[in-house]
C-alpha cells in the first residue's frame, strides 16, 4: 500500500512516552491551564475520532468530563490531568508527555513499588527474582489495598479496546510498578504486603521501601517474564527446533517494508521447506500492528490456495481538527501546505456515503485482493501465538486464519477488536498548555466488506490456565511455546 507521510503513522503507539518541547514550567500551570487542555482534547476527539461513542454513550462521556473537570478544580496538577483524561476503549489512543514531566515526576518525585508483578487473571505474582518475596509469591494486598481492587483501580485509567480486558493486563505486566505509581499511590514511601509462597496457603506480610527511578530500571530488567526477550528485540527474529522438526517465526511489528519483510518471510519458509520440518510456530504476542498488506503477504506463505485480503478505512472527516496544533512524530509542528497537501490527499482517495468517508481504489492501491500462495508456501502444521499485546494488523493475520482454518491459535484473546480497529492514519495534537501529545487514528481499519461491529478480539482455541504459566515460568520457561511444542507436536 502506497501512503503519504506527512503526519500519519501505520501502527499503534500506546505507550506512555516523552516529547521534545520548549521549556515548560510545569508548576506554574494553573487549573485553567489543565482545564483549556482538557476542553480541547474533548473537542478534538468528538470531531476527529471516528467513533468515540462506539464503546459508551454520549451522556457517559459528558458524565466523565463532568467528575474529569470536578477532580482538576480539586486538584490542579500534572499527574492528576493525566489521570483523569477520560477513556473512550480506544486502545490505540495515547498521550505522551513533555520531558519536563520525566524529570519533575518520573525521576524525581514519584516513588516506585520495589518489585516487577505479572498479573493473570486478576492475580498478581512476583516476577523477578529477588531477595525481598520469593520469585512467583502471589501479592494479596498492598498497604490494605486488594489484588482486585489494585487492578480495578489501575483498568479505569488503562486505554483498552471496547470489553477486551487482555490489552490492559498485559500493559499493566509490562509495566507494573510505574502503572502503581500513576494511578494507586504516587508518593509512598513504604510498602506493607501480604503474600503467599509458591506452593503455599500460609499468608505472610512484610515491608518493603519503595525504589526510586533508577533502581526500579534496573530491577524491572531483570523481570523473568516474558521469556524470549531476545526475540522481541528485533522486527522478525526466526529459529529451529530440529527435535521436534519445527520451526518459529517472531513477527514483533507488521510496520515494514515489503520488500524487507518478503525478504525474512522467504528466507525461513525455504529453511522450513528445505529441512522438511512438519510444523511452524508464528509469534505475534508483541506485535502492534502496521500494514494489513505486510500481515497477508506473511499468510501467503501458509495458505494452500488463493485467498481474499479485503480491508479497508473509513473516517468520520477528512477535513483536519485543530490543525494549529497537529505536530509530526518528532513534536514539531506541520506547515499550513503540509495541511493543506494532506487534505488534499485525503480528499482523493476518501469518498462520502451513508454519513461516512470510505477509502477507493486509490486508497487501496497496490493491495492484492485475491491474493496467491506464495511458490515458497507452508503446507504442515500451522501455530499462532497471540497475547492482549497483539493490534490491528496482526489482528488482521489471526483472522486470516482462524477464518480460514489454517493454523491452531495459542494463547490470550487479542488486544486488538476481531473486525474493526481504530488504526491506519494517525494524528498528534500538541495540547498548548500542558504539552502532552494526544495521539489516535483518525480511521477506523475493518477487515472484509462491511463486518459487524463486535465487542471480542479474536479468541485462540487454546488458552493456558493460570496454574499452567505459572509452571512453566517457575522452570524459566516460555509458557505458550513450550505447550505448543510438549503438548500439541508430536516429535520425531
Given at each position: 500500500?502506497?501512503?503519504?507521510?506527512?503526519?500519519?503513522?501505520?501502527?499503534?503507539?500506546?505507550?506512555?512516552?516523552?516529547v521534545?518541547?520548549?521549556?515548560?514550567?510545569?508548576?506554574?500551570?494553573?487549573?485553567?491551564?489543565?482545564?483549556?487542555?482538557?476542553?480541547?482534547?474533548?473537542?478534538?476527539?468528538?470531531?476527529?475520532?471516528?467513533?468515540?461513542?462506539?464503546?459508551?454513550?454520549?451522556?457517559?462521556?459528558?458524565?466523565?468530563?463532568?467528575?474529569?473537570?470536578?477532580?482538576?478544580?480539586?486538584?490542579?496538577e500534572?499527574?492528576?490531568?493525566?489521570n483523569?483524561?477520560?477513556?473512550?476503549?480506544?486502545g490505540?489512543?495515547?498521550?505522551?508527555?513533555?520531558?519536563?514531566?520525566?524529570?519533575?515526576?518520573?525521576?524525581?518525585?514519584?516513588?516506585?513499588?520495589?518489585?516487577?508483578?505479572?498479573?493473570?487473571?486478576?492475580?498478581?505474582?512476583?516476577?523477578?527474582?529477588?531477595?525481598?518475596?520469593?520469585?512467583?509469591?502471589?501479592?494479596?494486598?498492598?498497604n490494605?489495598?486488594?489484588?482486585?481492587?489494585?487492578?480495578?483501580?489501575m483498568?479505569?485509567?488503562?486505554?483498552?479496546?471496547g470489553?477486551?480486558?487482555t490489552?490492559?493486563?498485559?500493559?499493566?505486566?509490562?509495566?507494573?510498578v510505574?502503572?502503581?505509581?500513576?494511578?494507586?499511590?504516587?508518593?509512598v514511601?513504604?510498602?506493607?504486603?501480604?503474600y503467599k509462597?509458591?506452593?503455599?496457603?500460609?499468608?505472610?506480610?512484610?515491608?518493603?521501601?519503595?525504589?526510586?527511578?533508577?533502581k526500579?530500571?534496573?530491577?524491572?530488567?531483570?523481570?523473568?517474564?516474558?521469556?524470549?526477550?531476545?526475540?522481541?528485540?528485533n522486527?522478525?527474529?526466526?529459529?529451529?527446533?530440529?527435535?521436534?522438526?519445527t520451526g518459529?517465526?517472531?513477527?514483533?511489528?507488521?510496520?515494514?517494508?515489503?520488500q524487507?519483510?518478503?525478504q525474512?518471510?522467504?528466507?525461513?519458509?525455504?529453511?522450513?521447506?528445505?529441512?522438511?520440518?512438519?510444523?511452524?510456530?508464528?509469534?505475534?504476542?508483541n506485535?502492534?500492528?502496521?500494514?494489513?498488506?505486510?500481515?497477508?503477504?506473511?499468510?501467503?506463505?501458509?495458505?494452500?490456495?488463493?485467498?481474499?485480503n479485503?480491508?479497508?478505512?473509513?473516517?468520520?472527516?477528512?477535513?483536519?481538527?485543530?490543525?494549529?496544533?497537529?505536530?509530526?512524530?518528532n513534536?514539531?509542528?506541520?506547515?499550513?501546505s503540509?495541511?493543506?497537501?494532506?487534505?488534499?490527499?485525503?480528499?482523493?482517495?476518501?469518498?462520502?456515503?451513508?454519513?461516512?468517508?470510505?477509502?477507493?481504489?486509490?486508497?487501496?492501491?497496490?493491495?492484492?485482493?485475491?491474493?496467491?500462495?506464495?511458490?515458497?508456501?507452508?503446507s504442515?502444521?500451522?501455530?499462532?501465538?497471540?497475547?492482549g499485546?497483539?493490534?490491528?494488523?496482526?489482528?488482521?493475520?489471526?483472522?486470516?486464519?482462524?477464518?480460514?482454518k489454517?493454523?491452531?491459535?495459542?494463547?490470550?484473546?487479542?488486544?486488538?477488536?476481531?473486525?474493526?480497529t481504530?488504526?491506519?492514519?494517525?494524528?498528534?495534537?500538541k495540547?498548548?498548555?500542558?504539552?502532552?501529545?494526544?495521539?489516535f487514528?483518525?480511521?477506523?481499519?475493518?477487515?472484509?466488506?462491511?463486518?459487524?461491529?463486535?465487542?471480542?478480539g479474536?479468541?485462540?482455541e487454546i488458552?493456558?490456565?493460570?496454574?499452567?504459566?505459572?509452571?512453566?515460568?517457575?522452570?524459566?520457561?516460555?509458557?505458550?511455546?513450550?505447550?505448543?511444542?510438549?503438548?500439541?507436536?508430536?516429535?520425531?
Amino acid at each position: 500500500m502506497k501512503i503519504m507521510y506527512y503526519i500519519l503513522a501505520v501502527g499503534l503507539g500506546l505507550s506512555l512516552g516523552t516529547v521534545n518541547a520548549q521549556k515548560l514550567e510545569i508548576e506554574k500551570l494553573t487549573k485553567e491551564d489543565y482545564l483549556s487542555d482538557l476542553q480541547l482534547m474533548k473537542e478534538i476527539i468528538e470531531t476527529q475520532h471516528p467513533d468515540p461513542f462506539r464503546f459508551q454513550s454520549k451522556q457517559q462521556w459528558e458524565n466523565n468530563f463532568a467528575q474529569t473537570i470536578k477532580n482538576i478544580k480539586n486538584k490542579p496538577e500534572y499527574l492528576e490531568f493525566l489521570n483523569n483524561i477520560p477513556k473512550i476503549s480506544d486502545g490505540h489512543l495515547s498521550v505522551s508527555t513533555p520531558d519536563e514531566f520525566n524529570i519533575a515526576y518520573i525521576k524525581e518525585k514519584l516513588s516506585y513499588f520495589p518489585i516487577p508483578l505479572i498479573l493473570l487473571e486478576n492475580r498478581l505474582f512476583v516476577n523477578v527474582k529477588c531477595e525481598e518475596v520469593p520469585f512467583l509469591s502471589e501479592i494479596i494486598s498492598i498497604n490494605g489495598r486488594t489484588t482486585l481492587n489494585i487492578i480495578t483501580q489501575m483498568s479505569r485509567h488503562i486505554q483498552g479496546e471496547g470489553a477486551i480486558k487482555t490489552g490492559i493486563e498485559d500493559q499493566i505486566s509490562d509495566d507494573f510498578v510505574s502503572s502503581y505509581s500513576y494511578y494507586v499511590e504516587p508518593y509512598v514511601k513504604t510498602f506493607d504486603i501480604e503474600y503467599k509462597e509458591p506452593l503455599s496457603q500460609e499468608h505472610k506480610k512484610t515491608t518493603l521501601n519503595a525504589s526510586d527511578y533508577y533502581k526500579i530500571y534496573y530491577k524491572s530488567s531483570q523481570k523473568a517474564s516474558p521469556i524470549n526477550r531476545a526475540e522481541i528485540n528485533n522486527f522478525i527474529d526466526y529459529q529451529f527446533y530440529k527435535k521436534e522438526l519445527t520451526g518459529k517465526l517472531t513477527v514483533n511489528t507488521f510496520e515494514l517494508s515489503e520488500q524487507m519483510a518478503y525478504q525474512n518471510f522467504s528466507d525461513f519458509f525455504k529453511r522450513v521447506n528445505k529441512e522438511s520440518y512438519k510444523n511452524v510456530i508464528i509469534d505475534l504476542r508483541n506485535n502492534k500492528g502496521g500494514n494489513p498488506q505486510i500481515a497477508a503477504i506473511l499468510y501467503s506463505f501458509i495458505t494452500k490456495s488463493n485467498f481474499e485480503n479485503k480491508f479497508n478505512f473509513k473516517a468520520k472527516t477528512i477535513t483536519l481538527a485543530h490543525p494549529e496544533f497537529v505536530v509530526g512524530d518528532n513534536g514539531a509542528r506541520v506547515s499550513e501546505s503540509e495541511i493543506r497537501d494532506y487534505e488534499n490527499f485525503l480528499y482523493q482517495r476518501f469518498n462520502l456515503k451513508d454519513g461516512m468517508y470510505i477509502g477507493n481504489e486509490r486508497l487501496k492501491e497496490g493491495v492484492t485482493e485475491n491474493f496467491p500462495a506464495d511458490k515458497d508456501t507452508f503446507s504442515g502444521n500451522v501455530f499462532i501465538v497471540t497475547s492482549g499485546n497483539t493490534y490491528s494488523a496482526a489482528v488482521y493475520f489471526a483472522k486470516l486464519v482462524q477464518d480460514n482454518k489454517r493454523g491452531t491459535l495459542v494463547g490470550k484473546e487479542t488486544g486488538g477488536n476481531a473486525n474493526n480497529t481504530f488504526a491506519g492514519y494517525f494524528l498528534n495534537y500538541k495540547l498548548p498548555k500542558t504539552r502532552a501529545i494526544l495521539r489516535f487514528s483518525f480511521t477506523d481499519l475493518y477487515f472484509g466488506e462491511n463486518p459487524p461491529k463486535i465487542n471480542t478480539g479474536i479468541i485462540p482455541e487454546i488458552s493456558l490456565t493460570t496454574d499452567q504459566r505459572i509452571n512453566y515460568l517457575a522452570k524459566e520457561k516460555d509458557p505458550e511455546i513450550n505447550y505448543i511444542l510438549e503438548k500439541l507436536i508430536i516429535k520425531k
